[in-house]
């Protein structure tokens, strides 16, 4: 089993919709829970971090995540045609380690 | 403040020559992570320090590669010899404590013919 995976997409949604994208975990000890946006050519960049139970919202961006689970989703709502681009779940541990998962490519059409 | 800098931004080399890429984590991160990114196996730790010591290598994929941080300011990773399953974008990045963001440098991108 891998250490983080993500729903394999692509996924495509029509401008204005929700888009949701999930990640599963393997390690109950994991502490820290990322958000990465990819634009295709360049470098990582966050759009949230969660680390207790429930729901962090900020703006069109909902973070969720379910311990018992081992389960971390995002929500894009209002999606709009720059959200297009690779999104990467991360999780960390009390040591200090970050995995990522493979990615989801996210096309929002106008 | 200056983001995580990264060296050189492409490289082209033959098979079996050695690369070298350079890392400036952010001043103050006492956390810096090497990954390696390629469209078949993602974005993949290869090893991480914290405060200049080696914490988990296990991602290295073999003894073509190394890395070291001599100081706070300055990381290197070696290949060598190189080969062109190696032709991939290398990331560097680093943090200020375990569970805070991690920020990227542009990633190095190489090739290997």
């Known amino acids: 089993q891998k250490e983080v995976e993500q729903n394999s997409g692509p996924l495509s949604v029509p401008e204005g919709a929700i888009a949701s994208l999930n990640c599963t975990y393997s390690d109950r000890g994991s502490q820290s829970f990322f958000w990465y946006r990819q634009y295709s050519g360049k470098s990582p960049e966050l759009i949230m971090s969660i680390y207790s139970n429930g729901d962090k919202e900020d703006g069109r961006f909902t973070a969720q995540l379910n311990k018992a689970s081992q389960y971390v989703s995002l929500l894009i709502r209002d999606s709009q045609p720059s959200d297009s681009a690779t999104y990467l779940c991360?999780?960390?541990?009390?040591?200090?380690?970050?995995?990522f998962g493979q990615g989801t490519i996210l096309t929002v059409h106008p | 403040d200056a983001g995580v800098i990264q060296s050189p931004r492409h490289e082209v080399t033959e098979m079996g020559q050695e690369v070298t890429l350079r890392c400036k984590p952010i001043?103050?991160?006492?956390?810096l992570f090497w990954y390696r990114q390629t469209m078949m196996r993602g974005l993949e730790l290869l090893i991480y320090f914290n405060n200049n010591v080696p914490i988990d290598d296990s991602g290295m994929p073999e003894d073509r590669f190394s890395a070291k941080m001599p100081n706070a300011s300055f990381s290197t990773l070696k290949i060598q010899p190189s080969e062109p399953r190696d032709s991939a974008v290398y990331f560097c990045?680093?943090?200020?404590?375990?569970?805070?963001?991690?920020?990227f440098g542009e990633g190095s991108w190489l090739t290997v013919v």
């Open positions: 991360a999780v960390g541990t009390s040591y200090g380690k970050l995995t």
């Open positions: 990045a680093s943090n200020g404590g375990a569970g805070n963001t991690i920020y």
């Open positions: 001043s103050g991160h006492d956390y």
